[in-house]
């Protein structure tokens, strides 16, 4: 399972580039899971008084809603101690082909086998984050300015550049 973490600050077309990148994997056939890091403590997918709510405020751990198109699992508990392996072997066991991640930044940002994306607004922010984010296989910038490479790193811009990015990553 090849990993990609895209790596940026707020506004900076993260979401957009892993929409991308999903959809070409799935059109090429592969198989990607994703994994969105949400920081707000009070977040929750169950919405209050269904049923699966319900459930876990009567002290269920684990709800499980099966409809015919959707499989989802809701874990209550305490998350501060869940492992990066733990959660890759989640999706190795779904046999994903590619994780595609979104936050976890201090995590994933120095770890080895994981491949980096920067995306960015202005190259000022490349500056940034190369110096909290080593090593990324490219910078995707927001917005054409022109520049191909910066400080040795190729630079993108989506849409025009998504052969390249793919080509980058493996992926097609």
């Known amino acids: 399972m090849k990993i990609i973490v895209f790596l940026g600050y707020s506004n900076s077309g993260k979401t957009s580039a892993i929409v ?87 995590k994933l940002s120095r770890r080895r086998g994981v491949i980096r994306i920067l995306c960015v607004r202005t190259l000022e922010d490349a500056e940034e984050l190369l110096a909290i984010h080593p090593a990324p296989v490219c910078i995707l910038n927001r917005k ?15 849409p025009r550049d998504m052969a390249k990015l793919m080509k980058l990553v493996g992926g097609i």
């Open 20 to 106: 991308s990148m999903a959809s070409r994997l799935v059109e090429a056939g592969k198989s990607v899971g994703t994994l969105k890091h949400i920081h707000d403590e009070d977040f929750t997918i169950d919405t209050k008084g269904k049923d699966t709510w319900r459930h876990a405020a009567a002290g269920a751990s684990t709800v499980i809603a099966l409809a015919p198109k959707e499989l989802t699992i809701i874990e209550k508990g305490d998350t501060s101690g869940l492992t990066l392996d733990r959660l890759f072997r989640t999706f190795r066991s779904r046999r994903v082909d590619y994780l595609i991640v979104e936050g976890l930044y201090r």
């Open 144 to 158: 054409e300015t022109g520049e191909r490479t910066f400080q040795g790193i190729p630079v993108l811009t989506l």
